[in-house]
């Protein structure tokens, strides 16, 4: 019986780890729009609602410079256009604190998509992004590369999602960077930094910020 009930808590908890939800920045086909969703996938999901991420800071990057994109809230996602050009949509948002965490956890997720037809450079923020993840294709392969205010994050951990849908854990080197990945198509991963910082939040303390960067690109076509 012992040994049932272990089974099945560990499925539970493999269960979990695999469904882990996140604020992904979700483009379109045409580049001229996208929806954000907080979602275990790139699709909203219908039992979760966006509150907990609703203060969430949109800016599209064209031509190296920054703009505020506006967005419409709906109940599971929020739907935005953007401008004309935009290489990058990127933004931030403060979750809150974490209930079930060993110590009190402030949750920030920082969201990004790289448009159609840009490369390594355009689809960088650098210095004005907290946390961002940046696709690297080099060789026929491509690398996914976390940076904190433009400098390389080693030994973060995460998850890649393929296009086939199939997922890859992954550690950044001490570069920045994960493994290289040769399929082509849509890709979505996200990374996790974990700071030591305290502070308060909505009138709660917190001994630590947990950081989730995400990205959703197509890339190879």
């Given amino acids: 019986m012992n040994r049932l009930i272990l089974s099945v808590v560990a499925l539970a908890a493999c269960a979990a780890a695999t469904r882990a939800h996140m ?28 509150d907990k991420v609703g203060g969430l800071k949109l800016l599209a990057r064209v031509g190296g410079k920054d703009a505020p994109v506006e967005y419409t809230k709906g109940d599971h996602s929020f739907a935005a256009k953007l401008p004309k050009g935009a290489s990058v949509a990127y933004g931030t948002a403060v979750y809150g604190l974490l209930t079930k965490s060993e110590k009190p956890t402030l949750l920030v997720y920082h969201p990004k998509a790289v448009l159609a037809g840009s490369d390594a450079k355009s689809a960088t923020v650098g210095e004005a992004a907290a946390l961002e993840v940046v696709p690297v294709s080099e060789a026929g392969k491509t690398r996914f590369r976390l940076l904190a205010k433009g400098k390389p994050v080693a030994g973060a951990e995460g998850t890649v999602v393929l296009p086939d849908g199939t997922k890859e854990k992954v550690t950044t080197d001490k570069e920045g960077f994960t493994i290289g990945f040769e399929k082509t198509g849509r890709y979505a991963a996200y990374l996790k930094l974990t700071e030591s910082k305290a502070g308060e939040h909505d009138g709660k303390k917190y001994e630590e910020v947990r950081h989730y960067a995400t990205l959703v690109a197509d890339l190879g076509k």
């Fill in 23 to 50: 604020v992904y920045v979700v483009p379109a086909k045409d580049g001229g729009a996208v929806t954000v969703v907080f979602s275990d996938s790139l699709e909203p999901d219908e039992k979760v609602k966006m």
